[in-house]
């Protein structure tokens, strides 16, 4: 056992080497405590020469160690220098297994046997964890690695993968690439790949039967050799030749880790953090939690905090945290004047939705918020807006405009704004201040995060927004009180892509409203079910059922993920027998639908086959993902000639690259849904974007800000594959020159090759490039514009499948 | 329908404006727009002809013949710009589909704006010159009209959601596996295996690119060689005729794309070159006009 110090830093990444800089600095016994024999794993095993960026840009840097954009080799460079004139204590090859004991003699284990004891803990070990390593004989041999930093570095080897999940297959399907010349293998213990994204696994499919790759499935490698591995298949035991083995059997997430300490979680969901103190301490005293598994992962934010904790643990409570002048910023144009710690309280007392953030959660959601003092009868927002930030009223009232000269009070302490956070849709109502008061907007990602880690929160937030969602939907009369019983009674259900919810025929009277999603909704006619309509989130469905009393006369199924808020018959009919107003416009929304399903029959009896293209259009487009777009590109190969002038012109329009793939994608009945952005309503590449850089748009767009870091997350993320990580070439010349003397590139992206060569030895940074719906231009979509035979076109789905379109196709 | 969120808002906006419920071919466009005015000019031009007595008869330098003249040099000069708006991609409103239709049938109009304009006085000159040229510019055009409006159905059909670049990789993946899979036959039949693998997908030159026709394909011949040998293993034999069979589907499939893509591309080489062709001339016939005046 060593000498026990003041603190122990687990994990040497940015925050870790931060606090043990700052440990340095200080001269307080330190240890830092890193599992392989270099700093800061993950930046690390970047691939050479990334770039690393800091962001967020506004936010100083407080620690000993310098930071600032740069390569992966600059940086890692001189953190091992700062490292040394710190005086940092480090222990390598120190992977800690077990921490026992409490504050002020905390005794943590190694997996090598060391022990070493500590008074306080710095827990800074991110979000990766640990990689499971390979089991079988021999796989200790230095041949097996974890990771691929950059698949260029394996040429006419042999190769294998172990493990068939998306980190694997994406490493195969790297390095199997034709240039490469390697022989590669993949190996899956099962028969499916259950485990990995559709995408990746035709990809492989495709690698596979093109000869690229050789797939074993129920395979497991048994022993490992230098150059050969010995495989155990369904037909007995197998020698390959093979030079490397890349294991990618997944890894153990470090929660597990930290909750055998003691330390407690916000919740039980995947989302959720740690639950701290203002000082970054955890549940159990005496273990403090920085970086990344604190819910930071950005650098900067990192390094702040190794900085500030150790200031901490040495007694230094008067410390401001590095982000008080940008909070300081955001509470300046407010009338009164108040600290920024008195405005933090000011707030979380004021407003419900904040009582149980804590102080340092408070901090991070004013960072992405924005506050501001609004005059009495100010617009806060318009109806058909799109935001999908939410609003807390710090003081005094909003008012809804629920209709001509009839308006709703919000009172202080609520929120407003929660049905664009929910459901990524338009604003459904203009709100203006009621009296001069203080509003805040939460930004969305901050508000997801609010109610990801505060369970309190998240309740108070979805109980308002069912309220409000099912005013909206019954207007005139209808107050909260009378929806008390129905939303008592109400369930939120999750509906995977294709689920029925309703089924035509059974008997039922529940009423359902889509509060995220979209549904579309068949009947069967002829023996063949027939697309009816398409309903966007916010829609309601099954009150025909209510009113009527008679089965379900159409099926109701998911057209992708959905969640739907499900109201008992009895609660809801006895809402409408209190407020007839409602009943009213109820019978008068049946009717409408009544009169659209017999106009849909009527012509499936003289026109069968348009009905029946008009449906099998429907079910492709919602098979192609299109149910969840707001916004996507579709080409009529009736009149396609091939031109790819809307590639071109997309490229020309934006910087030098094309953000669709004309080509790809799948066709039905000469409809042709190419690989270009469809701006879903619940982006899946805004999902987890570290630096926040994407948004949703005026015109509806998602678009990406200038910020990115190079990630791929989205890309990753984008079932749809229309996120591209590329550089920017540089610029062509002018087109006249092109038109007039041929030299250079025409219009359109240019080739790698004269990209190359005009860069020379430079390499750009490639940031992700997805489609912004030509935003800021004022022509609108250039794909479009530049179409020569009106192939392309730009269509939300609830327009293009109405029953217009049948209409015309039938008269 | 019920519905939380209005879609479609009072104010068209940047992208309502380019944004349409359905596909409009470029000959449909605006409900004809084009096709009517430009039927209206050439009506305009065949009544006001017969009623206007020119003297001593109608020929291009009397003033009617100067106005047609001028009306016929200038939409010249405009329907070339389409070549420079369809490369150009400015940032304000236009549709390369309106600027496509206006192009198609105002080209049809020169028929009669251009022939009304001798006066139906052709010989051999440099000014008939320049009106040949411009119906040859036509007649090139309406090929071109003709084959965008009935191939991409056929181009659409043939790809079966496959790209370009995948059916050559298509090609490339058969040429692997028979490479493996030649392996156990004898040189006299691998020889043809080996001519077939050493094919370029895009050799045979312009004529067997718009016929579809490859009489030496490799492939083929390997093919039948194969079929019809009997020195190596048969099922060996039997594994290569089977992937030959595929490859030289995949083959067809692609050789069909090259085609489609072929004949629609084909005319612009006619096309635009004799437009460059006729500009001169339509100088050379202005500028003598102007001389001997």
Known sequence: MSEPVKVAIIGSGPAGLSAASRAGQLGLSHILLEKTDHLSDTIFKYQKGKRVLATPERLDLRSDCRFAEGAREYILGNWDEDAANNKVNIAYHADVTEVTGAKGAFAIKTAKGDVYTAENIVLAIGTQGNPNRMRCEGADLPHIIYQVDDPEDFKDKHITVVGSGDAGIENALGVAEEALENTVTILNRSKDFARAKAKNVSDMMEAGENGLMSIRTETQPKKVEPGWLMLETPDGDVKIECDVIVARLGSVAPRGFVESMGIEFTGPDREAFPKLSPTFESTVPGIFVIGALAGYPLIKHCMNQGYDVVEFINGNSGLTPADEKDLAAIFASLPQKKSVSEWLEYLRTRVSIFADVSPLQMREFMLDSKVAFYRKGDVVFEKGEPGSSLFAIADGFAEVEVGPDFTVPIEQGSIFGEVGLISGRKRGATIRAGADGIFVEVSRTAALKLMASVPGAKRAINRISLERQLLQIFKGGLTVEDLGPVVDTAEVERVPAGKVVLTEGEQGDDVYVIRSGSMVVEKDIGGKPIFLRYLPAGSFFGEMGVLSGQPRNATVKAAVGSEVIKLTGESFRKMLAARPQVRAATEAAVAERAQMNSFIESRKATYSSAVDLYSDTASFIMKEGLGEATDALLIDENLCVGCDNCEKACADSHEGLSRLDREAGKTFAHLHVPTSCRHCEHPHCMADCPPNVIHRGPDGEVFMETGCIGCGNCMRNCPYGVIRMEAAPPEKPSLLRWLLTGFGPGPGEPSPKWTKKKLGDEKPKKIAVKCDMCKGISGGPACVRACPTGAAIRVSPEEFLSIARLDEDTD | ?293
């Open chain 2, 1 to 293: 329908m019920a519905s939380l969120f209005q879609r479609r808002r009072s104010k068209a906006t940047q992208v309502e404006r380019v944004r349409e419920r359905r596909h409009e071919g470029f000959l449909r466009y605006a409900g004809f727009r084009w096709a009517k005015i430009s039927g209206g000019l050439c009506l305009l031009i065949i009544v006001s002809y017969a009623l206007i007595d020119v003297t001593p008869r109608h020929n291009g330098g009397s003033w009617y013949g100067y106005t047609l003249g001028t009306i016929g040099a200038l939409l010249i000069l405009w329907l070339t710009a389409l070549g420079y708006r369809k490369r150009k991609m400015t940032s304000d409103h236009w549709s390369l589909k309106a600027w496509t239709s206006a192009h198609v049938y105002l080209g049809l109009s020169l028929i009669v704006v251009g022939t009304w304009h001798t006066g139906f006085q052709l010989g051999w000159n440099v000014h008939t010159l320049a009106w040949a040229l411009m119906m040859l510019v036509i007649l090139s055009g309406l090929y071109g009209v003709i084959v965008y409006a009935t191939l991409p159905q056929a181009l659409s059909n043939n790809r079966e959601q496959m790209t370009q670049m995948q059916m050559l990789e298509a090609i490339r993946a058969f040429d692997r596996q028979l490479h493996t899979a030649a392996q156990p036959l004898t040189p006299e039949d691998t020889a043809p295996v080996l001519a077939a693998l050493d094919e370029d997908p895009f050799a045979g030159g312009i004529v067997a690119r718009l016929s579809g026709r490859y009489p030496n394909c490799a492939t083929s011949a390997a093919l039948r060689a194969l079929t019809l040998s009997r020195s190596s293993d048969a099922g060996a034999r039997e594994k290569v005729v089977g992937l030959l069979k595929q490859k030289e589907a995949a083959l067809a499939r692609l050789r069909q794309h090259l085609k489609i893509r072929g004949l629609l591309e084909i005319w612009l080489y006619v096309h635009v070159p004799l437009t460059f062709a006729l500009i001169a001339a339509l100088s050379a016939h202005i500028i003598s006009v102007f001389f001997y005046w």
